[in-house]
């Protein structure tokens, strides 16, 4: 059974700190690794996805990487912002893109 | 483009009543999925179609019903409530090619049997 596994399952750091975010997998034959966030009440929004070929993504403070031989990918979020406040989901893609996800980080910035 | 689309976003239930969970996406996208998320947890696939007239099971599909008879829609079947579902249900719709790796989520539908 393929698992994914978030830890913590909440972070809590005052503003201005970086967040780093980890994510383990069981099986490295994936196709990409994706990083979403939640607020709460909401659905979910794509923040960055990594292809099984690629080692890290970035998007503005956001940077994720991806070990597949480790089965890890880790989610940095630098200078840390009271908006960023929520709750962050990592999700394995297998065939017919169908995602696994893990529990999730909730993770509060606190100004 | 209003994107995925559900309706309701607050229901209750009686144990043993049934309903149907409206889903909707207007990007003419062929992938569309059901999640299920109970509280702290992440989403788990309940079905998923990969296009008209073709539906699959997920991980968790006991107790639930699809169908998918246009591209626009994927409704959810809850045929007889049980306390088990009490959860909150995502959709998601996803394209092809390049486009096929990221899927877009609705706003969820709460759900809550007693």
């Keep these: ?111 | 483009n209003a994107g995925v689309t559900q309706t309701p976003k607050f229901r209750i239930l009686k144990i043993g009543q049934s309903m149907t969970l409206q889903c909707a996406q207007d990007m003419n996208h062929n992938y569309m999925y059901w999640y299920r998320q109970d509280p702290g947890m992440g989403l788990k696939l309940i079905y998923y179609s990969v296009g008209a007239g073709i539906t699959d099971k997920g991980e968790v599909p006991n107790g639930y019903n699809v169908s998918r008879s246009t591209t626009e829609d994927f409704p959810l079947r809850l045929e007889l409530a049980a306390p088990s579902q009490t959860s909150v249900y995502f959709c998601a719709a996803a394209g092809g090619g390049r486009s096929l790796e990221t899927q877009y989520f609705g706003p969820g539908t709460r759900l809550l049997v007693l």
Excluded at chain 1, 27 to 52: C, E, H, M, V
Excluded at chain 1, 65 to 76: A, I, P, V
């Design chain 1, 1 to 111: 059974k393929q698992e994914v596994t978030q830890i913590p399952a909440a972070l809590s750091v005052p503003e201005g700190e970086n967040l780093v975010l980890n994510c383990s997998f069981t099986d490295s034959a994936i196709y990409n690794l994706q990083w979403f966030r939640q607020d709460p009440g909401k659905g979910l929004t794509s923040l960055l996805l990594i292809q099984s070929s690629q080692r890290e993504q970035t998007s503005g403070r956001l940077n994720a990487s991806l070990d597949k031989s480790s089965g890890r990918s880790t989610l940095y979020i630098a200078a840390s912002q009271p908006g960023d406040s929520a709750t962050y989901l990592c999700a394995r893609r297998a065939a017919g893109n169908k995602l696994t996800f893990g529990g999730g980080t909730r993770v509060l910035v606190k100004p």
